[in-house]
Every structure is written in C-alpha cells, then in structure tokens.
Nanobody
Framework: VQLQASGGGSVQPGGSLRLSCTGS????????VGWFRQAPEKEREWVSY????????NYPYSVKGRFTISGNNAKNTVYLQMNSLKPEDTASYYC?????????????????WGPGTQVTVSS
C-alpha cells in the first residue's frame, strides 16, 4: 500500500495550487482521506479531510473557504485545491488514509501515510 502526494511547488501570494494524493494497493473510495501540513519548527497541522462514501468534508478555520478537498474514484485520487494562498501556507503537505467512514483531525488516527510535497508561497 502506498500513498503519493504530488503537485507542490512555488507560488506567489494569492496564487493557487492543486495537490493530488494517489493510492496504490488500496481503493481510496473506501477510506477517509486527510491532508496535513508541517512547516519547519512548527507542529503538524490538520488541513482537511473527506469522508468515504458520501464525500463529506471538513476544514479548520485557517483554510476554510480557500481550500477544497475532493475525490476522483476513477483515478483513485484525492485532490486538495488551494486558492488565495498565503505565505503562512508554506509547508510540506502530506496525505493520509483511514479505514472506514470518518476522517480525523489527528495524524495517528490514520492507517497509511505518504511522503510530503513541498508548497512554498512567497513573493
């Protein structure tokens, strides 16, 4: 089982990026998928999750209205569309998959994790 996050890069403030989380060895539609981020010398932060099946989503206040998580079952991929990016969004972004219906705010509640993709927001 592997998760692979991709789509990171450098962008100016106000710009957009779309991250992808692709699964192999597991069908993401049967898992809740979460995104987390960690900046240097900061604690890991939950960014969003999407529940399995009905696709219910949840976001913290820091990204609500700017980030959108969605899934494409045919591609076994979950996306994180990030708009209106700010310098404080700079971090490595990680996706994680949790068996069952509901996502979680907590990294350790997930069953599989992928390597991060770097997002840098700077002028």
């Amino acid at each position: 089982v592997q998760l692979q996050a991709s789509g990171g890069g450098s962008v100016q403030p106000g710009g957009s990026l779309r991250l992808s989380c692709t699964g192999s060895g597991l069908t993401l539609d049967y898992y809740a998928v979460g995104w987390f981020r960690q900046a240097p010398e900061k604690e890991r932060e939950w960014v969003s999750y999407i529940n399995s099946g009905d696709g219910t989503t949840n976001y913290p206040y820091s990204v609500k209205g700017r980030f959108t998580i969605s899934g494409n079952n045919a591609k076994n991929t979950v996306y994180l569309q990030m708009n209106s990016l700010k310098p404080e969004d700079t971090a490595s972004y990680y996706c994680a998959a949790r068996k069952g219906y509901s996502g979680s705010y907590y990294w350790d509640d997930y069953d599989y994790w992928g390597p991060g993709t770097q997002v840098t927001v700077s002028s």
